[in-house]
């Protein structure tokens, strides 16, 4: 099996002090690319240092919605800067996020239509994370000129993904699409269109089952999610492998 995972974060603890090991048992596992994902800019910054350490990663660099508060005045130069980097492939990770309150939602409004603005201008997507904001999200997502994008970690039904896929946009599904009672996600994950669904282990959380619960959760774990979606949608886990990962390959622009 080839899978990529499309957002992970070993560029925080505890993956990052062990990124090599955690790298070569996702290797073992078939996990041949990875995306690290920023939330912030030290992380970012990170992200890209992994990038050019490590062949199989990339970069994504931004702000989290939780971290908006603590960014500097000039985070758009920065992060501008950084995707120029060859290996920076995306914008984020960005969006909206009501459950945790560490930021004004008016700011999190903000900087995520600056980060759709980042993505337009330079032509990489956005990687757009979602919790407790459904309507805002996609209220601002349809009303962007921005089409090239991912809703990470997809926690919603069809209603709330057909208008955002419509516009030309991916989702992809971590561990929670193997939990029990989460119905509406495993909808969405059946029915969507196959060339836009990504898989993704947000290592280090939202371990999937059978190992939920477990921590830190790792890229190692990336098989249980396309077993599922295979499963879902009574298809081979080989065919899930192969369609995400060329997916993957195309939206982020990476070589094959
Ligand atoms: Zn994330």
Redesign the pocket.
Known sequence: MNLIDT?C?LNIQPLLDRAGEVLETAEQQGISKLVV?G?DIPTSEIAIQLAEKYPQVYAAVGI?PNDCAKAPDNWENHILDMLEHPRAVAVG?TGLDYYWDDTPPDLQKIFFRDHLDLALATGKPAII?NRDADQDVMQQVLEHGNTKGVF??WPAGWNIAKPLLDKGYHISFTGTVTFKKNEAVQDVAARMPLDRLMLET?SPFLTPVPHRGKRPNEPMYLPHIAKKIAALREISVEDIAKTTTRNAKLFFNIES
């Open positions: 957002h974060h994902i939330i989290h990770e994370h990470h970690c947000d």
